[in-house]
């Protein structure tokens, strides 16, 4: 006898160590919890594992490298735009760092999911849904900037090479990066995190 056809939509929720369950089609900001996406983050390897090192470099760390790069790259931008720079990538805590080249190729269907978790992750955290187009460039910037210092301090790339792909800055050039481990990245995202909150 043939078995009868699951018609049934494929579980699209991931549970968190929180006890929560995101709905990756239709995340609720009630579902975001600041600890489940710190402890993701910082078990996400930036340039997907592929840099020097005893540990690998964690979103959770970059992510507070783009905060701090914000701030110097304007020193008057408000707390409120300084946590949004923090959680610029939170949506990886479930979704993974996906290189931008795999980005292309897969094309609309990652961005669409990772826009409706950031609008989530926003909401959440009494950020508006969709950051001023001005606070998107000024984190972008950082992100770049902080692209181009892990590419060449653990990621292999030549100076030449990374001024190619990210462009130059004297914004950052003091910094040094020293990977740490996952626990110690987790707590100083969640330091972070409850500095900006207050």
Not at 28 to 55: C, F, K, M, Y
Not at 108 to 132: M, N
Not at 156 to 161: A, T
């Amino acid at each position: 006898m043939a078995k009868p056809l699951d018609t049934s939509p494929p579980r699209a929720w991931q549970r968190m160590l929180s006890g929560r369950r995101l709905d990756l089609l239709d995340p609720s900001p009630l579902d975001v919890e600041i600890e489940d996406i710190a402890h993701g983050l910082s078990r996400v390897a930036r340039w997907n594992g592929q840099t020097e090192g005893e540990q690998s470099y964690s979103v959770a760390e970059h992510s507070l490298l783009v905060e701090s790069l914000v701030v110097q790259l304007k020193d008057t931008t408000p707390i409120k735009w300084r946590l949004a720079a923090l959680l610029h990538d939170a949506p990886e805590y479930v979704i993974g760092d996906m290189i931008s080249p795999f980005k292309a190729v897969i094309g609309d269907a990652y961005k669409a999911v990772e826009t409706k978790l950031q609008a989530a992750i926003h909401i959440r955290f009494g950020l508006p849904a969709e950051l001023p187009l001005e606070i998107k460039a000024l984190i972008k910037r950082a992100d770049r900037i902080s692209a181009s210092i892990e590419a060449t301090q653990i990621a292999g790339f030549s100076e030449s090479e990374a001024r190619r792909l990210f462009g130059r800055s004297k914004v950052g050039t003091g910094v040094t990066l020293a990977p740490s481990a996952p626990d110690e990245a987790k707590q100083r995202y969640l330091r972070r995190f409850a500095q900006l909150c207050g």
